[in-house]
Nanobody
Framework: QVQLVESGGGLVQAGDSLRLSCAAS????????MGWFRQAPGKEREFVAG????????YYSNSVKGRFTISRDNAKNTEYLQMNSLKPEDTAVYIC?????????????????????WGKGTLVTVSS
């Protein structure tokens, strides 16, 4: 059974940092591009970041570019999202996903169509 399990969310103040992790089981993530989406209360899901299977290519939404960094450790079957300079508008459930190609990740696909696997999410709350 494939599982993607996010961790690392929590309540922080504006300007703080958090590091999210997404640990995979039953799945060899080295065969997949990985990424993060988020869904704020009452809002649609949106793309945050994506990374190629090798980690050599990354892609970010304009709203997080320069503040967030996506990375992966295929040996640990885990991807990460380092979030710095957090803002109240970053408050959301952050969800990891796996897809066959990096081109599935991007603002053109905020809903995450075509993802092979999804996690259940971890809540990040940023207070002002």
């Amino acid at each position: 059974q494939v599982q993607l399990v996010e961790s690392g969310g929590g309540l922080v103040q504006a300007g703080d940092s958090l590091r999210l992790s997404c640990a995979a089981s039953g799945l060899n993530i080295s065969m997949y591009a990985m990424g993060w989406f988020r869904q704020a209360p009452g809002k649609e899901r949106e793309f945050v970041a994506g990374i190629s299977w090798s980690g050599s290519s990354t892609y970010y939404s304009n709203s997080v570019k320069g503040r967030f960094t996506i990375s992966r450790d295929n040996a640990k079957n885990t991807e990460y999202l380092q979030m710095n300079s957090l803002k109240p508008e970053d408050t959301a459930v952050y969800i990891c996903a796996a897809a066959r190609g990096l081109d599935y990740f991007g603002p053109h696909n905020d809903q995450g169509d075509g993802m092979d696997y999804w996690g259940k999410g971890t809540l990040v709350t940023v207070s002002s």
